[in-house]
């Protein structure tokens, strides 16, 4: 059982910085969740309060409803006392210790003797597959490698709350996918409750249990992944999450002539008046080509089914998997992500075509209304 | 200053004292205003550093060369001169009944009256033993508060506690060696309050050479502790690691050689002190640099020669039996190397 709670936890850094703001969540036990945001969010500065390393200037912190920090209470439990593990985004092995050291110096901390540190570091090894670098120091690894020290360093303990700071930021790409897919196994063998910091959504669609979305210091949506994929609750999430974003028709920005909406509201008459932004994601537009026989089905019985407009191309970008499309209906562009190689796009006029159900609506306080 | 000292004109001294003070405190202020300018960039952090030799290619010969020609002339020239001229009676005479243990090992010199060799000089020995430990101890707590100084600076980083510690422990710098021991001098010459006079005692030498070189050890302890940073202390928090068993199984160890460094180059610096020593040695406190300075009084230019050769010796043998014990490099605690 590990259960977190944040309660209006506020953290201003010298010179008036609010790096969280206003900050409420409860992580439940077991969960993978991830905190997910651009750069400068506050993403640290959360799990780092949670850890103990910083405190709040407002606010309380909870582990399993009893408090861990709090101001108005006097209540600040030491980060040594929180039993908690922390994978550093820089590591922070100790150069001057082995990995063996390194990784058992937390069971010899715990007062756990000395024949079963040693089973258990070897144990942790075996598990992170870094049996071979037991008498190495961490300055004669690869990054990869002090990725898995570090991790292993944390595991040996077997923390109820694991913590991880952008972990694989560090290394490259294919290692990267590698790592995602043995911490989601390693969740789903220890159960034990993780919190990772990224700012990388694919890692944290592809691992969370839950994700929660943070920009400015606030929390902007707190959700499964996929929930957090289909229904952002506010314009944030919307254009944060997703991959190419979102795109986007606005109120304020008048196209050349043509409604800021292209019509599209007129077919939900109860957000007319609501709705100042509609988003629309690139994978959930098709194309259809003059010519093709797939034709999309047009309006039918007054409400539509499919949203069609004439559309002009204006670039293709192949990454390999997929075709980004851009095109430009009536003044406003659109990016288009398709699975399949466009044909016939020789005199550039498509039809643009987007399922109803497709649409996001949000209105004026950014906030979603559909 | 020690002149107007020596003729009784503590006011000229007072006044050229004020004038490097306040060219001090530009300095400082100077600094501080730099200081402000840089980022901290962390350089070793948690994942160790790396060698890269490189080989100088066709440098490799001029380089060479270059560093025999240095070493050659700010080392071998003068100490070559200074023990020949321990060894002989006369100056620049290369006869053979010229040269002479004498001044190392022999006893009731001639011309000197009652002077021995130094090695069997009781004097000498005596001084020898008060520089050991002055410098000692006075190394000893200038490169533990050096670093300890660095330690809370970087802990409390942008706080006022870091800041002023920080310039507290310069400030000493800015007064010239001799002012600060006339100043100390005459604060513990007397009781005050529960400290008795220091005056007379090698308590009073230690006091005031350790708070002489805190400066250099201070900084050498801010840059180490800045190069690490806070991390290494941070994961050690995570594992369930107590104050004392951070400091004494993560930061002392990783900070290592910079200690070493913080202790003997002040120890280096502490033997070879003269202006600090020369206002408050007293009979019973004499130190070498001392003796030196009275033996080219008395125009014992040989047995000057031979002392400073000692202090030489001293330094060398402790530093590299230092270096040897505690496997370490002293070099790399300027944060090359290892
Ligand atoms: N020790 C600090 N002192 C002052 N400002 C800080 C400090 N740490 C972080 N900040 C500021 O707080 C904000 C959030 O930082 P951080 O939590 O590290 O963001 P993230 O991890 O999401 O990239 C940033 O604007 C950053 O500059
Ligand atoms: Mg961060």
Redesign the interface.
Known sequence: MATIELRNIDRIFQGGVKAVDNLSITIESGHFVSLLGPSGCGKTTSLRMIAGLDNPDGGEILLDGKLLYSKKSGVAVPTEKRGMGLVFQSYALWPHMTIAQNISFGLEMKGIEKKERIRRVAEVMELMHISDLEKRYPSQISGGQQQRVALARNLAVSPDVLLLDEPLSNLDAKLRLEMRAELKRLHETLKNTIIYVTHDQLEAMTMSTMIAVMSGGTLKQFAPPMEIYRKPTNLTVASFVGSPPMNFLRKTSQGGGSPWDLGILACYPALANKAEAIGVRPEDIRLAFPGSTDRPVPGREGGLVSWIRKAKVATVLPTGSEWVVDMVVEGFHFFASLRDEPCCLDDGEVDMVVDREAFHFFDGKETRCN | MYNSFKIGSPGVAAVVASVTILIGVMLVAVDTWFVREFKRYIT???????QNPSSLGAFKAPAFLLSVLVVGISIVLPLGTIIVSSLTWQAGVFKSENFTLAFWMGREIPAHPGQNGIFLNKEILGSALNSLSIAGFAALIAGISGLMVGYIVVKLP?TRVAKYLRQVSFLPYLVPSIGFAAACLSFFAVRRGPIPSLYGTLFLLILVMSMKYLPFAARSGIAAMMQVGN??E?????????WL?RIR??VV??Q?HALLTGIVLPFISGMKEQSLVIMLASPGTEVLTTQILRYIEYGYTQLANATMLAIVGIIFVLTFGLEKITGGNLASGFGGGK
């Open positions: 070793i952090g948690g994942k160790g550093a790396r942008n991390e290494p941070e994961a050690a928090r995570i594992c369930g690691a107590s068993a199984r993560i160890p990783i290592k």
